[in-house]
């Protein structure tokens, strides 16, 4: 009786390992072919070297850091300097300067939405250069050089508004750009070194904004020389090969 009951058991132990088996077997072949509900398995490719790039991409991916350090320093100034701008020469309240800038996040939103019917048509690269070309209009304009009053507060928010457009065209299209730029490069890495980037700008942006600020309060110094900066950006944009 034992002997019988312990053969039943190992027989049914040898049928359970086979069904696991062949239930792993069937798994995988669907696993492989894309069936049953599981995605087609593909082979991962290994990480490309710098050295192994062309040397535009290298060229394309070190300007992009460089025009995403731009972008984001001339944001800052206006994170920085908006609400004692529009206080100082306008009287406008917190409620009043936080409309506008809840309306320019809602112009934003608009512009990613939109974005990749543009960047089908045109390309990001295209993108990119228009909004840098953008901000740079609109700072240049903000400044009001052919007068020593500041601008009426219409006149302030439309281009300022057009800054806002310009920055969001040009921040979206330059990170898919980028991303393309860098291909089978560890993308993790890469987008380490623009977000570095970017948090250097976050830094150097509000305190070089203040002190162009302090000069002039009617702020024509300081969207001057922002101006040309980003004009600059504009000017390294279209260095920057389409991927």
């Given amino acids: 009786g034992l002997i019988s009951e312990g053969r039943v058991n190992t027989?049914?132990?040898?049928?359970?390992?086979?069904?696991?088996?062949?239930?792993?077997?069937?798994?995988?072949?669907?696993?492989?072919?894309?069936?049953?509900?599981?995605?087609?398995?593909?082979?991962?490719?290994?990480?490309?070297?710098?050295?192994?790039?062309?040397?535009?991409?290298?060229?394309?991916?070190?300007?992009?850091?460089?025009?995403?350090?731009?972008l984001i320093t001339s944001f800052s100034l206006f994170e920085t300097i908006q609400t004692p701008y529009l206080n100082d020469n306008y009287g406008w309240e917190p409620f009043q300067i936080g409309l506008a800038g809840a309306a320019a996040g809602i112009l934003i939103i608009i512009e990613a939405i939109i974005l990749p019917k543009l960047t089908s048509r045109y390309g990001e690269k295209a993108i990119m250069v228009c909004g840098f070309a953008g901000c740079s209009v609109s700072l240049i304009l903000l400044a009001y050089p052919w007068s020593p009053k500041v601008p009426s507060p219409a006149y302030f928010m439309?281009?300022?508004?057009?800054?806002?457009?310009?920055?969001?065209?040009?921040?979206?299209s330059e990170l898919v750009l980028y991303s393309k730029l860098l291909g089978n490069l560890p993308q993790g890495v890469f987008m380490g070194y623009l977000t570095s980037s970017g948090s250097?700008?976050?830094i150097v942006g509000p305190l070089w904004a203040v002190s162009l600020y302090n000069l002039n309060h009617n702020g024509t110094p300081m969207f001057l020389v922002v101006g040309g900066v980003m004009l600059l950006g504009t000017l390294l944009g279209l260095g920057v090969p389409n991927p």
């Avoid at 050295?51 to 460089?66: M, S, Y």
């Fill in 11 to 70: 027989v049914g132990d040898e049928y359970q390992k086979k069904l696991n088996t062949s239930s792993y077997e069937v798994i995988s072949d669907d696993y492989e072919d894309g069936e049953g509900g599981y995605p087609a398995k593909t082979k991962m490719s290994k990480p490309e070297s710098v050295g192994a790039l062309p040397f535009k991409t290298k060229v394309g991916i070190g300007l992009c850091i460089a025009t995403w350090f731009i």
């Fill in 158 to 172: 439309v281009f300022l508004y057009v800054f806002f457009l310009g920055y969001g065209f040009a921040q979206l």
């Fill in 200 to 202: 250097l700008a976050r």
